[in-house]
């Protein structure tokens, strides 16, 4: 059997492979359409039944409302008779007041049912609520699944088939003019050589080897760069090295381990509002590739470095820096003689004698907490109903999102500012329910 044949087999085989799936995924839909037929006409018949029940009750109380009308003629009448014969005044007394206990009873009768009719309609109510769910739940899974089926149908994106231990083969469309043709590319993980084959072979191996080797560094950002204030600057630092005169610590030996050569250099992201997002790099336990969409061709580019981003917290630093300032030695206790107040000295002028304190200057840790100490007192007088309103006046939004865009603008939220946005919620807004989701919005 020739290459050429094998060729063939291969796509005669992803051939089967995708009208299989596509035939799956048909089924799936149309065993979808037909459950969720079922559960269409079980719901119209539950509605039909609850329908003819409201009917029912409608009858019975116009059947009392006529009722009560005919009650309510009697009672008319006895009136009048009332006023023609006073000598069977209390005789009409006693009768009147049993028509009044029946009309009680009637208007107590009327009451339940108003109640199991307005019960009825919540139940009809949230079945409806319940349906219009579904279906937009169907609909949605339609569409997920119309989707997948003309992604196979049409090889959309990647499809990555496993050949053998350590072996994948990569199957993508459009790498060459013949829009029938499939490609793929078959990249083996264990050897130095990744790219072992290229089908059909508009590309050499070597050649592919060659572009799938040429950018051997990515640097992927996790952080959401619409949310940062412009203009973002990027830099990359190294670790500040201690000023500090080390110590005699009496120790005989210790074990000192040095920092590999990537983790010096550290990336860090800054935006205009002085919000610094340090990366951290992460241990690869397997293999990860980046696919460059090129338009008409892909491009894959191995990850040897994955860094997370991780907003930076001024506040650790400053209180390391406190804190390995205070470990410095302490300045010894000058020594004072005794002095016998009543001895003469021979050169007492008989001045008065002032001593002088001398401040001392703050360190360079000191001056970054007084810094910092002053950023949050100015951000805690900033904060107020004014500022609330400001962010509200842009429209609705929820309490995760309010509480975001002050953490945005004041970087420090604490329990007086937290008292401060739960009164004005309280006092000022009103809470909108929809969907699930519980949305803040100011009063009119």
């Not at 290459?3 to 492979?17: G, P, R, Y």
């Not at 088939?161 to 993508?172: A, D, G, Q, W």
């Not at 989701?437 to 009063?443: A, D, F, R, S």
Request: glycine residues 4%; proline residues 2%.
């Amino acid at each position: 059997m020739t290459s050429e044949d094998t060729k063939h087999h291969s796509l005669a085989d992803i051939q089967k492979v995708a009208d299989e799936i596509c035939g799956e995924v048909d089924s799936f839909c149309t065993m979808l359409r037909r459950h969720v037929q079922a559960c269409r006409s079980r719901f119209q018949e539950t509605k039909t039944k609850k329908e003819e029940e409201i009917d029912d009750l409608r009858q019975r109380i116009a059947q009392e409302k006529e009722r009560a009308l005919a009650l309510e003629g009697e009672q008319a009448e006895l009136r009048e008779s009332m006023g023609d014969e006073k000598e069977n005044h209390k005789l009409l007394e006693c009768e009147l007041s049993e028509i009044r206990n029946q009309i009680a009873k009637l208007s107590l009768v009327k009451r339940g049912h108003e109640e199991m009719l307005d019960n009825l309609e919540s139940t009809l109510y949230a079945l409806t609520r319940k349906a219009d769910s579904q279906m937009q739940k169907r609909e949605v899974r339609e569409a997920k699944a119309a989707k997948l089926a003309s992604y196979y149908r049409a090889f959309m994106g990647i499809d990555i088939v496993p050949e053998s231990h350590n072996v994948l083969r990569i199957v993508f469309s459009n790498l060459c003019s013949n829009a029938d043709a499939r490609g793929s590319v078959l990249i083996d993980f264990s050897g130095e050589g990744v790219v072992i084959d290229v089908v059909p072979p508009v590309l050499s191996a070597e050649k592919a080897q060659l572009c799938f080797k040429k950018s051997r560094r990515m640097l992927v950002s996790g952080i959401k760069m619409d949310t940062l204030a412009h203009p973002i600057a990027m830099s990359i630092s190294k670790e500040e090295e201690s000023e500090e005169i080390p110590r005699n610590t009496k120790r005989r030996s210790e074990v000192v381990e040095d920092e590999p050569a990537a983790e010096a250099c550290v990336y860090e992201i800054a935006d205009a509002e002085n919000r610094v997002f340090t990366s951290k790099q992460v241990g690869l336990s397997s293999h990860y590739f980046a696919f460059i969409n090129l338009g008409s061709s892909l491009r894959v580019v191995p990850l040897n470095e994955w860094r997370r981003f991780s907003l930076k917290s001024s506040y650790n630093e400053v209180v390391e820096d406190v804190s390995l300032s205070g470990l410095e030695a302490k300045e010894k206790e000058e020594e004072v003689e005794e002095i016998d107040y009543q001895e003469k000295f021979d050169d007492d002028n008989s001045e008065d004698e002032m001593q002088v304190r001398v401040e001392k200057k703050l360190s360079r840790a000191g001056k970054k907490m007084r810094n910092l100490m002053k950023t949050y007192e100015v951000k805690e007088q900033n904060l107020g109903v004014e500022d609330l309103r400001d962010i509200l006046s842009k429209g609705r939004m929820t309490l995760k999102d309010l509480i975001n865009e002050v953490r945005g603008r004041f970087k420090h939220i604490d329990e007086r500012a937290k008292d401060t946005i739960r009164t004005f919620i309280k006092d000022e807004c009103a809470i909108v329910e929809e969907a699930d989701n519980k949305y803040v919005v100011l009063k009119e």
